[in-house]
């Protein structure tokens, strides 16, 4: 299963769920919320990451869901 990071990113005055490296969107939803949802829920079928972007684009926070180094650094 590929463990690609999922992306929420704005999609033509939607928002959409969007993984790594694909040219197409894996689905539109009409809040940024719900999306995240929905990438969420990939995410952790996937042991993967979640990306939200800002309206500008610009990343606004990522979840990480079954990949994280153990002990955490720092």
Do not use: L
Not at 18 to 24: F, I, L, V, Y
Not at 28 to 34: A, G, I, V
């Amino acid at each position: 299963m590929s463990r690609k990071s999922q992306h929420v990113v704005p999609h033509n005055g939607d928002w959409a769920v969007r993984g790594a490296g694909n040219g197409r969107v894996t689905s539109t939803h009409h809040t940024q919320s719900d999306a995240a949802s929905s990438a969420r829920r990939i995410a952790q079928n996937q042991g993967s990451e979640v990306v939200i972007h800002r309206p500008d684009g610009r990343i606004r926070d990522k979840d990480s869901y079954g990949n994280d180094p153990y002990p955490p650094k720092g």
